[in-house]
């Protein structure tokens, strides 16, 4: 079992399948908010859903309405459970996911990404700052 260690941005704890990427997401213009799809075709995750997962990302790009999307998808019941930024937190990420109450967490400097096999699954203790991936 894998781990990860990150630093607390918005506490809480999740579950769910790991959907991890190296490239940013805009949460406005590339995310369909009643789904949760992925639908920027030049993205690595085109075609894959949020909902219920462990998002492992960079960072958000886009405007600050990104924040509100974030939002959106889990009003819609479609958000990742969990969210974790390997680069930097943004402020779109952070803002979005305090006011909807996803867990957030930042990757330490030190830290790499390990090869996620699929698939995986994340528990995320965001008030204890780690991340436990589990091949299933």
């Known amino acids: 079992m894998e781990s990860l260690k990150g630093k607390i941005i918005v506490g809480g704890t999740a579950r769910g399948m790991i959907l991890s990427t190296t490239q940013p997401i805009n949460f406005l ?9 992925i639908t920027d075709k030049n993205h690595e995750l085109c075609g894959r859903f949020l909902k219920d997962s462990i998002l492992i990302f960079p960072y958000s790009v886009g405007s600050s309405v990104g924040a509100y999307s974030i939002f959106e998808l889990k009003s819609n019941g479609v958000s990742p459970s969990g969210i974790i930024c390997t680069i930097k937190t943004d402020i779109t990420t952070a803002s979005g996911c305090a006011i909807a109450n996803i867990p957030l967490l930042e990757l ?8 996620i096999e699929n698939p995986s699954e994340g528990l995320m203790d965001a008030n204890s700052g780690f991340l436990q991936i589990k091949k299933v």
């Not at 330490?108 to 090869?115: A, H, I, L, R, S």
């Open 108 to 115: 330490y400097k030190n830290q790499v990404v390990p090869e």
């Open 29 to 37: 213009s590339s995310v369909d908010h009643m789904t949760g799809r």
